[in-house]
């Protein structure tokens, strides 16, 4: 089974992905999170710093772009492929309501002619190979037929579904009625996305949908970072593996000159999915959440490790 892990604002950056691939080996690709071009064909800043080759070293990266007009889609393309990628993936997914009233994200599924546009120019001059990470509708899956219809129009090179539609945010129950009659449909190879967050989701999918071979996991991995593993018939997460993986990120951040503020919020997201494998933890997370200090942090992280309730089973249920 081919698992790649899913793209997170604010949470997989490339000192994320680093610390991930060294102590959890065995992602097959890491999306960066989305960076939405301005048209100048130049990244800048932080976003260029997630996606410079010299700081993915060690991983495979698909860098991700959100916008709706090919000039621009096309210009950072012809900049990926400079940096030496094969492969761009366009965000066709993100339900924020600063994207989607802009006709990005989600918002490219309100209007299937402006889709259909955009792709054509994209595929009639992009050098790289092009994937598609989408919603399955705005308001609902049942839209998705017709956007299917659309995406089979191009070579895309990998078609990754989050089946929700985008009024369900990260929150509705995945369709996996609506994916599963999807699947056959695509002519690209298409990947499932969605609330997979442990063996027992993992099946229920592979279960309903056979013939599939490909998953992206977000969340569930951002809980427990070890569920690639997990999901290839491997050992569960310990304990001790978490405080390693936890060290090490926050060594990798005040390294990177992130500071003392901005490593304990960075954390604390981290600990947001991570507290699921705590059941019944909600006092002392709320400690953490407290903490202003790395000292504060580091006793309420302690606190929590020597709690007893690392529960290696429990998933993220968010
Ligand atoms: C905090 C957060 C940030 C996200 N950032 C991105 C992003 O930059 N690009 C993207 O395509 N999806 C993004 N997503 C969506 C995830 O990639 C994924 O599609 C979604 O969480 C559903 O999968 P999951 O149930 O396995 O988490 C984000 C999700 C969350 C919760």
Known sequence: MDLDFAPMEGVTSCLYRNVHAACFPGVDRYYAP????????????????????????EIRLVPQLLCNTPEAFLAASRELSAMGYHEVNLNAGCPSATVVPKHKGAGMLA????????????????EL??????????ESTAEFPAVLEI???YPISELIIHARDRAGMY?????????SA?????RAPVRYNGNVVDAESCKKVMSTVPALDRLMLGRGAACDPALFRVLRGGAPLEAV?????????????????????????????????????????????KALNKARRLDEYHAAAAA???????????????
């Open 111 to 126: 209007d299937l002619k402006s889709l259909d546009a955009f792709l054509e120019e994209v595929f009639a001059r992009c």
């Open 151 to 153: 995406y089979n129009r």
């Open 182 to 186: 999807a699947f056959p449909l695509g």
């Open 304 to 318: 929590l490790f020597a709690s007893g309730l690392f529960d290696a089973g429990a998933s993220f249920q968010g």
């Open 171 to 179: 929150r509705s129950s995945p369709d996996l009625a609506a994916f």
């Open 241 to 285: 593996e978490l405080r390693h993986f936890l060290d090490r990120l926050e060594r990798a951040f005040l390294q990177a000159g992130l500071g003392e503020h901005f490593t304990i919020a960075r954390l604390k997201e981290l600990w947001y999915y991570g507290i699921w494998k705590f059941p019944g933890a909600g006092r002392l997370h």
């Open 129 to 138: 190979r092009v994937s598609v990470k989408t919603r399955m509708g705005l």
């Open 34 to 57: 989305f960076i939405a071009p301005d048209g100048s064909g130049r990244f800048k800043g932080a976003a260029l710093r997630d996606i410079l080759p010299e700081n993915n070293r």
